[in-house]
């Protein structure tokens, strides 16, 4: 999950240098259709109560489009589109980051994240939430 979004940001600096792969706004724009977004839609059912999954499935989208607005910016000639992919961008591609993170550290609560994200629960004196073990395996973080 988190290496590729990472990417994203090389993609589109070599998009805005000539030199990508045709990426297209209106596509890069919708969240849904990569894989992390159709994971989100597939695992609302199990996981939607958590607000850790609240959070990233907002920041998710706000990810998306901002991607969609560099590339929109830089179709209509636009200095600024550097700039967003600069500021905003990477400040959402490291907000996703940490939102992926802390989603599996709340959905694996057996994991060593679950560890820390328990012992920050209780120091916040919230009550530990369960998943139940089908609901992710590993690999499933690994994939995106």
């Known amino acids: 999950m988190i290496a590729s979004h990472l990417k994203w940001k090389l993609r589109l600096k070599q998009q805005l240098g000539g030199k990508g792969e045709g990426l297209h706004a209106t596509e890069v724009g919708h969240d849904a259709l990569c894989q992390l977004g159709r994971w989100l839609q597939s695992a ?81 004196n919230r009550p530990l939430r369960t998943v139940p073990e089908a609901v992710l395996a590993d690999g499933d973080w690994q994939e995106f």
Not at 57 to 82: I, M, Y
Not at 89 to 105: D, P, S
């Open 44 to 124: 609302q059912s199990k996981i939607g109560h958590l607000p850790e999954y609240v959070r990233l499935k907002d920041l998710h989208a706000r990810f998306h489009r901002c991607a969609a607005d560099v590339l929109r910016l830089h179709e209509q000639g636009s200095p600024r589109a550097e700039r967003v992919l600069e500021s905003d961008f990477t400040v959402l591609t490291q907000q996703t980051v940490a939102a992926i993170r802390a989603l599996r550290g709340a959905a694996q609560p057996d994991s060593d994240s679950g560890s820390a994200s328990r012992a920050r629960s209780r120091t916040a």
